[in-house]
């Protein structure tokens, strides 16, 4: 049998044309190659940024060939030419939309996954667009996806949930059995596993698992003032709005990235503290840090049982709580897990409005941030109140130690319990993993391990980080709770991941949605901070945002 090679840009456009012998190309043909980022690496020596000066791009262990080689069949089905009739019924569209179209027959559950993978191939396999944001790929999903056709057909539309049939990207620290969980490190490389709680309400709900994305490795708790958005087996994520020129943000940089260049309908993402409100912001999309509890974190690789959570990420706000009530659940193997009764997906369908709303605006940010300032008086001139006020400084000494400690005990916890097969993951703690990387730093740990090495050294007693953990979070409150509380506000309003550590101390709620642009391009949120459990109110409140400002652009050599 001939074996086919092709250069990467010959690869796409072969892949999109070929119609003759696919089962047999598609068996040795080669979708990538490797190349040499050096010219790219080097052109960010001198990055203002200094975490910014990329010491490499791709990956040095990842085969694309054997991510994308197994749907190459499935995928060559849709031209070039179909996709272009179908981008302006699936690019940006909201899932109401792109139900409404399968609804009148104008799209397919089949069809939105080819879309999707078309986009993905088309970007991923080409070493001057590919975001490296594409770790693994459901190599089931297109038969999967005309399960979900024949259901459509035979089942009443009003008995689903409208996350039904909408193609899913999932953080590779979230569990997913068929494809291997790694955060992003070499040494889980083999670590297969059976579903989350949160993968398998996904599933429970018919959403379609397009893939796995990638993170900054062991979501960014393991080399201090490293890339955001790099990890040993992805290589170094890339911001679509600008490739090497803006950050991705972290360590959720897949998910951001990903929704960001329309590569799947929406993403998880996890947060430890600022993990998904940063990559939102830097992608301009809609992400949510819920309150722990509200979503199971049972079979997702940990850094903090106290801090961690999952949440959604997306282009827009509906769609934001559509992909969270269909996560929710009480989880029984998960402490913090409660069962809501909160109809999120009403929050967003009602009629919604920032009148009579009350928003704390930080002094600070209305004197340093001239977009800030101007999206807040916006939101003024819509009716709401806003009570300028100045934080009161508390304590955050300490922080760090809850995720040493907690991570020392619960990575373990997760080994023994989530890891079908001991014999292929050759670690069973932290101090494990530090050893194996230290085999290998040059390919496993170019950027050092110094978190996991703080890890090691930290002596904190149990008592010791109990006291910690109260009063960090008493000091979290306090943060936030002197101005909501003396003047009845809804909402604190922030930038970005700005305020995402007091805001995990406090397990208080975050939503970041698209402000704008700064002038070189880069992206911006506005973060809305409300109290344990208020998710409904902030998704009524950023849709009503989102609504009045239509700020949200694709990235132009994505679009």
């Known amino acids: 049998m001939m074996k086919i090679v092709l250069s990467t840009t010959v690869a796409v456009l072969f892949l999109f044309s070929c119609r003759e012998d696919k089962k047999e190309v598609a068996a040795d043909v080669i979708l990538w190659q490797p190349y040499n980022d050096s010219a790219e690496v080097a052109a960010n020596r001198d990055h203002e940024i200094e975490r910014m000066r990329y010491k490499l791009i791709q990956s040095k262990v990842l085969d694309k060939n054997e991510v994308f080689r197994p749907l190459y069949n499935e995928v060559s089905k849709i031209s070039g030419a179909e ?3 179908l981008k302006p019924l699936v690019l940006e569209q909201d899932i109401p939309t792109l139900q409404s179209h399968i609804a009148d027959g104008r799209l397919s559950y089949e069809k939105l996954v080819l879309f999707y993978l078309h986009r993905i191939y088309r970007y991923e396999l080409d070493n001057e667009t590919t975001l490296n944001t594409i770790l693994a790929l459901n190599q089931n999903v297109v038969a999967e996806a005309r399960k979900r056709d024949s259901l459509f057909r035979t089942e009443p539309l009003k008995k689903r949930h409208p996350i039904f049939g909408m193609p899913i990207l ?18 889980l490389m083999d670590n297969e596993v059976d579903d989350s709680f949160i993968t398998q309400q996904l599933k429970r709900n018919g959403a379609l698992i397009l893939g796995k994305v990638n993170l900054s490795e062991w979501a960014y708790f393991l080399c201090e003032g490293c890339p955001v958005g790099y990890s040993a087996v992805g290589g170094q994520t890339l911001n679509p709005y600008g490739r ?5 943000g972290g360590s959720s940089s897949g998910s951001g990235t ?5 590569y799947a309908v929406a993403a998880v993402g996890t947060e430890t503290s600022g993990s998904i409100l940063s990559p939102s912001s830097q992608n301009s999309v809609v992400g949510l840090k819920p309150t722990i509890g509200l979503l199971s974190r049972t079979g997702i690789v940990p850094i903090s049982s106290t801090l961690d ?8 706000v509906v769609d934001n709580a559509i992909l969270l009530s269909a996560m929710t659940g009480k989880d029984s193997e998960d402490a913090t897990s409660i069962a809501t009764d909160k109809d999120f997906l009403k929050s967003v369908s009602e009629k919604t409005s920032l009148e009579g709303k009350r928003f704390g605006a930080m002094k600070s940010l209305m004197e340093e941030d001239s977009l800030y300032r101007i999206t807040v008086e916006n939101i003024k001139s819509l009716g709401a109140a806003i009570i300028q006020f100045a934080p009161p400084e508390v304590e955050m000494d300490s922080f760090v130690t809850i995720l040493n400690i907690d991570m020392r005990n619960d990575l373990p916890k997760y080994l023994k319990t989530e890891v079908k097969h001991r014999d292929a993951v050759k670690i069973a703690s932290v101090k494990d993993a530090v050893a194996f990387n230290n085999a290998d730093s040059t390919v496993r740990i170019p950027y050092g391990q110094s978190l996991f090495r703080g890890i090691l050294a ?21 943060f936030f709770d002197t101005a909501m509380n003396a003047h009845n506000l809804d909402a604190i309003l922030s930038i970005n991941n700005y305020h995402a550590g007091y805001a995990a101390v406090a397990k208080y709620p975050a939503l970041t949605v698209p402000m ?16 344990p459990f208020e998710e409904d109110k902030l998704l009524r409140m ?8 239509e700020i949200r652009r694709p990235p132009a050599d994505y679009e």
Do not use: C, Q, W
């Open 170 to 187: 999932l953080k590779d620290n979230i569990n997913t059995s068929g494809m291997k969980t790694t955060a992003g490190s070499i040494a």
């Open 542 to 549: 950023a849709k009503a945002f989102e609504e009045t400002s």
């Open 309 to 316: 959570t999952s949440g959604p990420m997306t282009k827009n």
């Open 244 to 248: 090497t020129i803006f950050e991705t």
């Open 83 to 85: 996709h272009k009739v």
């Open 258 to 262: 990903s929704v960001a260049a329309n």
């Open 458 to 478: 930290d002596s904190t007693s149990s008592e010791g980080l109990a006291e910690i953990k109260a009063t960090l979070e008493k000091n979290g409150r306090i």
């Open 516 to 531: 704008g642009y700064k002038e070189d391009g880069e992206p911006i949120g506005l973060t809305f901070i409300a109290k």
